[in-house]
């Protein structure tokens, strides 16, 4: 039963789909980021000291780690993920460099949507885990629930119906 687990992928993917973040650049008109773009790009934060995109692989460590139905080493990585990506609220109103020469500054002035929904894929996923180790039928409790195959032993030959 991995059904818990589709609730923060699909709270990711809609994550994407959103506006993230408005900027401002110097004299220029905001820019509005959508989630898909941030992903994208967000690696490329820790050059200005912006951290909160390396919150996904840890996300998506405990993803993979729900998958192959190890959901409390999931723990871990999914809690860590979400003080990582709590960060964000750290970069929020704080001067960054807007280009590589440093010649420009951006601001993130504004989290959007994308951002909450983000934020809630990564509080989701501890809970999908907690979730699956709750609600997860073990193999011993499956093979109570079939049907036992009456079967006579040893077989008769030539086999007798009822009449």
């Not at 995109?53 to 723990?75: D, G, H, K, Q, V």
């Not at 951002?115 to 709750?134: F, G, N």
């Not at 011993?140 to 030959?157: D, K, N």
């Amino acid at each position: 039963m991995l059904r818990p687990l589709l609730v923060p992928v699909l709270l990711f993917v809609l994550a994407c789909c959103y506006p993230a973040l408005e900027w401002t650049k110097d004299f220029r008109p905001n820019d509005i980021m959508f989630g898909m773009r941030a992903f994208a790009v967000g690696w490329s934060g820790i050059l200005a000291g912006v951290f909160a995109w390396y919150a996904n692989p840890l996300w998506l460590l405990a993803a993979i780690l729900i998958f192959i139905r190890r959901p409390l080493w999931a723990l871990a990585p999914s809690i860590l993920a979400i003080v990582i990506g709590f960060t964000m609220y750290s970069d929020l109103g704080r001067e960054l460099p807007g280009d590589e020469g440093g010649t420009t500054k951006t601001t993130i002035i504004k989290l959007l949507p994308g951002c909450y929904i983000w934020l809630a894929s990564l509080i989701a996923m501890p809970l999908a885990a907690i979730a699956e180790k709750l609600f997860r039928k073990k193999p011993a409790q499956l093979a109570s629930q079939q049907q036992p195959i009456q079967a006579q032993y040893p077989p008769q030959y030539p086999p007798q119906f009822p009449q």
